[in-house]
């Protein structure tokens, strides 16, 4: 076996390791917070996990700066909410049909805006933002509106025989439902960005001329990361109905694209862990700080702003540091 790969079988193994571990983590996530409110949160956490790194796949390796990703996610919660109240439709169809909306939304822009790049996209992606929060707050007849769709229920229950009926209206069973989608997600692009695929991302991410030379077909593999990446938005749209409740307008306006995109910055991004810690810190944070009143705010944005400044790769690249620096200190004792 050559040197290249036992690296390869050595990462291999880290990675399933770490998994392993991250499904640990999630399984006792009820043992350690048994209050509502955090459990809440968790599933918070978990939608914000599955919008990151939808948004990562776009941005990250794709290098395309989308910039209106709540547009996506407001369109998989309307579209699976509105298949549920008005034609009746059983949840998984109208998730799957959130998804598949929200894709292909994705996919529409990208075609629209494939000549576009940089921060020409990222203002094309913002205004198409602008017109689907719109068209969300004005067609009161199919909307409502600004009056908002209440009563908008749970996923259904499951029942295995001879085993109790799993209920997602208790918040933690909703938080596994989740959580295990995201872990999904995660899985599925992981495989994507290591393969020959993830390969033609990059280098259109780099150099789209220098990709092209090579055969690339650039707007293909464009459209399809928007395409990816918009029905993970449209899959977190659709969890976020169910479990709110409630849909307004305001849940999906331009500001909640910039909570993303901040989450996976401050993650790291082209790398999917990265947008993982991203969103769980961004998410989590802000509630630990509710204590110290509006003063959070300030905390919260002066933390974000020294991370861009000094650690511009996210908590990634900080962790390598680290990790680098621990790994230099039995050396240095032993010189000594």
Not at 37 to 55: D, E, K, Q, T
Not at 163 to 176: D, E, K, Q, W
Not at 293 to 320: N, S
Request: hydrophobic fraction near 55%; charged fraction near 10%.
């Amino acid at each position: 076996m050559s040197s290249e790969a036992r690296l390869r079988a050595s990462q291999s193994g880290k990675r399933r390791w770490w998994l392993l571990i991250a499904i640990v983590v999630v399984a006792t996530c009820r043992c350690y917070f048994k209050d509502s409110y955090w459990r809440a949160n968790l599933i918070v956490c978990a939608l914000n996990v599955i919008l990151a790194i939808g948004l990562d796949f776009i941005l990250g390796y794709a290098g395309q700066l989308n910039l209106g990703h709540s547009a996506f996610y407001g369109i998989g919660a309307y579209a699976s909410t509105l298949l549920i109240i008005k034609l009746g439709v059983p949840f998984w169809i109208a998730f799957a049909a959130g998804m598949a909306l929200s894709g292909a939304a994705g996919m529409a822009l990208s075609l629209f805006a494939v000549r576009l790049r940089g921060h020409y996209l990222a203002i094309a992606s913002l205004g198409f933002a602008v017109i689907v929060h719109q068209v969300l707050l004005n067609w009161i007849s199919l909307t409502q509106g600004p009056l908002g769709i209440y009563a908008i229920k749970p996923p259904p229950d499951i029942a295995l025989p001879g085993l109790p009926v799993i209920s997602f209206g208790n918040t933690a069973n909703m938080f596994y439902l989740v959580a295990g989608f995201a872990f999904l997600f995660y899985v599925l692009l992981d495989q994507l960005v290591r393969s020959p695929i993830g390969e033609a991302l990059a280098a259109i991410r780099e150099d789209e001329v220098s990709a092209a030379s090579f055969g690339i077909n650039c707007t293909v593999w464009k459209v399809f990361a928007f395409g990816m990446g918009s029905a993970l938005a449209g899959a977190a749209g659709a969890f976020y109905a169910s479990f709110v409740g409630t849909l307004v307008p305001d849940a999906f306006i331009i500001t909640e694209s910039f909570t993303i995109l901040a989450m996976v910055i401050v993650g790291g991004m082209g790398t999917l862990t990265g947008p993982v810690w991203g969103a769980i810190l961004l998410t989590v944070l802000p509630e630990l700080l509710r204590g110290i009143g509006d003063l959070r705010l300030v905390v919260y944005g002066a933390a974000l702003t020294l991370v861009v400044l000094f650690v511009p790769g996210g908590m990634v690249q900080a962790a390598r540091i680290v990790r680098a620096r621990l790994a230099c200190l039995p050396m240095a004792s032993t010189r000594q």
